[in-house]
C-alpha cells in the first residue's frame, strides 16, 4: 500500500491571518502571484464565515498531468506533484483545467508556477515552509496511505470542492463555537 504526504487544514483553527501566503512567498521570492491563497467561504447567517488555506492539493488523478503537452508534470512516490517550470511553454492548459485555481502563470517568468511541497525541505526533513509558519497549527502535513485518500469525504468538510481529481488534502470539519490557537 503506497503512503501519501498530504497537507491538513483544521478549519477551526485558521483565523485568515494569511501567514501560510505570505511565507511562502517570501521563501520562493514571488511577487504579483500565490502559490497558497486563504478562501474565505460564506456559510449560515448564524454562522461566521470559515477560512481555509489552499494550495495545490496533490490530486491522485491530477488533470495537469494528463493534460500538459510538454510532459511538464510528474506525480511522486509519495504523492507530491511537481513540475518542471523550465520545460513550461506557458501555454496555460494546467490552469484553465485545474478545479482548484492552484496552478497560476508567473508574470515574472510568463510560465506556470505551483505549490512543489516544499519538496527540497521534505527531503532535509524539514516542513513545508507555510506549515512552519502557521501561527495557530491550522496547516499541518501527514502521511496517509492511498486508500485513506480515496475514502475521504470532502463533503463532509462543508467546503465545495470536487472530488473527481481526488485530491490528497485532510480538511477537519470546523466545530461550532470553538477556536484553539496553537500550543506554546
Known sequence: MTSHLVFSIDLNRCINCKTC???????YGLMGMHRRNVMTIETDVDEPPLHIS????????????YI??????????????VHNPSRCKGCQR?????????????PKTNRVDKCNFC????????????VENCITSA????????????????QDADVPIVAYTRPSIN?????????????G
Open 21 to 27: 501566503e505570505m511565507a511562502c512567498n517570501d521563501f
Open 54 to 65: 489552499i494550495s495545490c492539493n496533490h490530486c491522485m488523478n491530477p488533470v495537469c498531468v
Open 68 to 81: 500538459c503537452p510538454e510532459n511538464n508534470f510528474q506525480v511522486r512516490e509519495d504523492g507530491i506533484v
Open 94 to 106: 494546467c490552469v484553465e483545467a485545474c478545479p482548484f485555481d492552484a496552478l497560476k502563470l508567473n
Open 119 to 130: 519538496v527540497d525541505r521534505i527531503e532535509e526533513g524539514l516542513r513545508p515552509v507555510c
Open 139 to 154: 496547516l499541518s502535513i501527514m502521511r496517509v496511505s492511498s486508500d485513506e485518500i480515496t475514502s475521504n469525504n470532502f
Open 171 to 183: 480538511i477537519l470539519k470546523k466545530q461550532k463555537g470553538h477556536i484553539f490557537l496553537r500550543e
